[in-house]
């Protein structure tokens, strides 16, 4: 690899000159094409935040970008950012820097305009392919955190378990232990091999990056599902408190560290203290879908334990409808949205949600074909749940549960569908089929408050 990193500090002017050969490398060693470390400093910062969630990205982003203007990459970054929030809110802002960076393509070197083609994927809705053409970055660029980052992201989205962690498998051993944000990359890489069942060795790499950063909350975040998908409910909830001032503080993702504290509890059927951890440290603050599916998610959960969450319900239903250009945007947020509408007893716009969906199904992006494949069957399966008609909802959701991986999402969240097919067997009076089902729970949590109580319910 071509390391010159001689040429002198450029004059503003000269930073907007052409042709902008590859004049420096980030922090990885990846070539860029700003000859401005000013520009480069900022980009860093940015890629930092977006990896640890500890403030907010825009700015340093718009730091780069005033650094150096012509700098495709930089306005790259900022589309990417906002496009990795994954809501149609966000589309237009990230549409706008994608094209700016374009028009900067001729400035560009190999590898950005290898991430101009991509990022052009991913906004017209062609995910997989956007995430084959961030790969192709990754061979030849394996430290392109840019890349590597964007796509993990994506995967999660698109529900590919297999490439959360191979993804970051195959480029792992090309990184450089003392490389700038490293240990990311092994939190990264924990959360894969968690989604695929690779418990112990998950645990292993979370602690590893942790041991370097302790206040990663991806890498807290994987060894929390590592306890939740064995049961271990005791274990997660002390992980979480013990480490709680390390990853709570100041994060961006701490509401959802603490939904999985929520979800501790609840497996002990503490419902006062999930209820608890609800008001004080998930719900505060949410804007965006993310936030309105842990709070509709573990308001769903209380409501199949028969809690009635009361008037939290009209709160993250009014959420959800003050976002109406959302819908048919994301069907895994729709999903939810049409949870809250149903908890707040608002089927009418549950079912408009529906319509959205089958709109949405038409067309041929990867969002139309999870809609088309699994949004319409499971919605229609929930509102079959929804209107009481629950031998109809177990017809519906017992195949869709086999296929509703491809909307994203990790296993613990997709759960909720689990447990909701369970008490509509139990409702239908399929007895048989509901011990059947519990079965499946009782490999990891056979001894669980939670998994009692099914059993009870089945009788
Ligand atoms: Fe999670």
Wanted: glycine share 8%; proline share 3%.
């Amino acid at each position: 690899m071509n390391t010159d990193t001689t040429l002198a500090e450029p004059e503003a002017a000269a930073a907007q000159a052409q042709p902008r050969l590859s004049a420096r490398f980030d922090a990885r060693g990846c070539p860029v094409s700003t000859r401005s470390q000013a520009a480069i400093d900022s980009a860093e910062r940015a890629q930092w935040i977006l990896v640890s969630y500890y403030g907010d990205a825009m700015a340093p982003l718009d730091d780069a970008i005033a650094a150096d203007p012509q700098w495709a990459l930089a306005h790259l970054m900022k589309a990417n950012a906002l496009l990795t929030v994954n809501e149609h809110g966000f589309t237009g802002l990230a549409q706008a820097s994608f094209e700016q960076a374009k028009a900067l393509a001729g400035g560009a070197n190999e590898r950005e305009r290898a991430h101009i083609g991509a990022t052009g994927l991913c906004l017209a809705g062609q995910w997989a392919e956007a995430c084959d053409a961030w790969e192709r970055i990754l061979v030849d660029h394996p430290q392109d955190l840019v890349a590597l980052g964007t796509a993990h992201l994506f995967d999660f989205f698109r529900g590919d378990a297999r490439n959360l962690q191979r993804r970051v498998t195959r480029v792992l051993p090309e990184w450089s232990a003392s490389a700038p944000l490293y240990s990311y990359v092994l939190g990264m890489h924990a959360f894969g091999l968690e989604e695929n069942n690779h418990y112990a060795l998950a645990q292993e790499t979370g602690q590893a990056a942790l041991a370097i950063e302790r206040r990663d909350p991806w890498a807290v975040h994987a060894v929390t599902h590592v306890h939740e998908m064995q049961g271990q409910y005791e274990r997660g909830a002390d992980w979480l408190q013990s480490r709680s001032g390390d990853w709570a503080p100041d994060n961006g993702f701490a509401y959802h560290n603490w939904w999985h504290l929520a979800l501790f509890r609840l497996e002990r059927l503490d419902t006062a203290g999930a209820l608890a951890l609800l008001d004080e440290r998930v719900t505060p603050g949410a804007e965006v879908a993310l936030q309105r599916i842990d709070i509709t998610a573990l308001l769903w959960r209380l409501r199949l334990l028969g809690v009635d969450a009361g008037a939290r319900w009209e709160a993250i239903a009014d959420g959800w409808a003050a976002q109406p250009t959302e819908a048919g945007h994301y069907c895994f947020n729709d999903v939810h949205a049409a949870l809250a509408q149903i908890g707040a007893g608002r089927l009418q716009a549950a079912e408009e949600l529906l319509a959205a969906v089958q709109r949405r199904s038409l067309d041929r992006s990867t969002p139309g074909m999870m809609a088309r494949e699994v949004g319409v069957p499971l919605l229609c399966g929930l509102l079959a749940h929804a209107n009481e008609r629950h031998a109809e909802a177990v017809e519906i959701l017992w195949p869709a549960r086999e296929t509703c991986h491809r909307f994203g999402g990790s296993h613990a969240q997709r759960d909720l569908i689990d447990q909701t097919l369970l008490d509509a067997t139990i409702r239908s009076g399929q007895r048989r089929l509901a011990k059947h089902l519990l079965n499946e729970r009782r490999l990891m949590k056979a001894h669980s408050p939670l998994t009692e109580h099914w059993a009870q319910r089945i009788g």
